[in-house]
């Protein structure tokens, strides 16, 4: 894709939405880091379900700590990997308390270096928390870039190098979320909804919907044009299946009168 492009989706995106947030609920870098630790394999609605009661009661790590990992596992159980993740959290809130003062670091370093939080997890805290340019490449990042040829790769490693070197630079602080939320409302991973995507002049995928025929192409084959207008206008395109109609009927009368 060249820049050209790419500028042209990110001003789309910006105009349609200006200041994109997370879905996730949080009020301080330490419940966005619990609630992004808790929201692997996890959607953003049952996480924030189950951290509504738990920041409630918890929303440091030293309260979390008084709190303990049994409460905060009956708060998390309907989220999924909840006994890992309460373990996870526990653990976490203890570093942060010996080793930062309670407060989230805002160095992948030192991010990473805590249980459960892997580059996908620091790329978001980095981003979201502390307005660093990272990019967090889940599955619809992953989908997207490669779908539209905006950052095409075969890992999650390529793409987020991709994405940094060529998002232009003006919107490199909010990709990451422009691109979660059309991955995750207009370029769905079964049938992403062409017809109504906002960038489908712009995106590369070869097997996209025609906008104008509403066709998917399928994978090797091109998707059919739909007629021009001019074409449709003069009549042709009825002329045309008139005419192959007759011939078929004159063909079949031939036969009988034989
Ligand atoms: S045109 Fe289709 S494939 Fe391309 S970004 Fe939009 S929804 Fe996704």
């Known amino acids: 894709m060249n820049p050209k492009k790419r500028e042209q989706i990110f001003s789309y995106w910006k105009a349609a939405n200006p200041e994109p947030k997370t879905e996730l ?4 870098p330490f419940e966005l880091l619990i609630s992004v630790l808790l929201s692997a394999q996890a959607t953003d609605v049952s996480v924030n379900a189950a951290t509504k009661g738990l920041y409630a009661e918890a929303d440091t790590p030293a309260k979390m700590l ?9 708060h998390i159980r309907t989220i999924g990997l909840f006994n890992t993740k309460a373990k996870n959290v526990i653990k976490t809130c203890q570093i942060l308390q010996d080793e930062h003062n309670g407060i989230v670091p805002d160095t992948r370093e030192a991010l990473e270096a805590l249980p459960g939080v892997g580059r996908k997890t620091a790329n978001v805290v980095l ?3 502390f307005r660093q340019i990272a990019m967090a ?3 619809h990042i992953f989908r997207v870039s490669n ?9 999650v490693i390529e793409v987020e190098k991709k994405l940094l070197k060529f998002v232009p630079h003006d919107y490199l602080l909010d990709a990451h979320h422009w691109l979660i939320l059309h991955g995750r409302y207009v370029c769905v991973a079964r049938n992403p909804k062409c017809a109504e995507c906002g960038i489908v002049d712009l995106c590369e995928f070869k097997q996209k919907t025609n906008r104008k025929t509403g066709v998917r192409a399928k994978p090797g084959v091109k998707a059919k044009k739909a007629p021009s207008k001019k074409r449709v206008a003069n009549g042709k395109q009825t002329v045309r299946k008139k005419t192959t109609r007759t011939k078929l009927k004159t063909k079949a009368k031939k036969k009988t009168v034989k």
Request: charged share 30%; no cysteine; hydrophobic share 30%.
């Open 25 to 28: 609920e949080y009020n301080s």
């Open 66 to 74: 008084a709190l303990g990992e049994a409460k905060v596992r009956h």
């Open 147 to 155: 779908r539209t040829g905006i950052a095409p790769g075969k890992d």
């Open 127 to 129: 981003n979201t928390a």
């Open 137 to 139: 490449v889940d599955t």
